[in-house]
């Protein structure tokens, strides 16, 4: 493609793909093509419109003011496009195409992943992609369809399927409780040795509510421990082990409740405000929902329908 010259409408989209994912190799995996093939096209467009389109650093790629301003002129389009094509496929009888979905570590290794195998058969002209982690991931920008979260509230951009409801669970082994003993209020917990959710703050409280209403009493505690880490099946055989108190997402901590495994401690108190209170399914909104995607939420929904816990 020589200056001067139309520029291929694929190039085109390519360059509102890299503006989104600010990465070669993320455009590259979106788009389903080599990285070297992503710089090649771009640069054949750059020659194509006589100016620099992408401004390229040792760690990361940005748009010229050109590139974004052409960028932007042309995204809603191939956004309208994408939809409308998505929309004709949808009347051609089975659901299909490429499903990428993100979800948390515990979360989906022990319930999304052991569904995938039905839903997958029932569905074979899908194709799924299951990315698994702890970091809130930005839909648009890293390709994902959907994203399985454990929240109080989805951001209001978003389409959202409640799952089911949740809560967390104060819990410890019974055999740490025979060695230190029964708590009888939360404000003993910072005597006590607790296993922590790693996150980006140095000091950690969790808060307590008993009753309901103008009665009701909350209680904030701080607390410190031996462990901290960023996933609850850790945190739980932590717990398991005798180490300390876990605060726990009850999916985490339901198939090991009992009187010799995990025990509730001050199960009168709830906690507040820690891992949230629903399980969602969310993706960026938009006019038209793909019927994979559809049919992967209602999917989750029988997954997910007796909730966590009897």
Known sequence: MNAGTTPVFSDLHLLTVLAETRSYTQAARRLGISKASVSGRIAELERAAGVPLVRRTTRSVGLTQAGQQLADETRASFERIAQS?????????SPRGLLRVTAPVALGRQYVAPSLPAFLLQYPEIRLELDLGDRLANLPQ?????????????????????????????????????????????????QRACLLYLRDTAGQSWSFERGTGRKAERVVVAVDGPLRANNSEVLREAVLGGLGIGLLPDFSAAAHLGPRQLVQVLPEWRPLGFFGDGIYAIRPWAPQVPRAVQCFVDHLKTVFAGGFLA
């Open 142 to 190: 890293e390709g994902f369809d959907i994203a399985i979260r454990h929240t109080q509230a989805p951001p209001e951009t978003h389409v959202a399927w409640q799952l089911c409801a949740s809560r967390s669970l104060l819990v410890a082994s019974a055999d740490y409780l025979r060695r230190h003993g029964r708590l009888s209020h939360p404000s003993e917990l910072a």
């Open 85 to 93: 094509f998505a929309g004709i496929r949808d009347l051609a009888g």
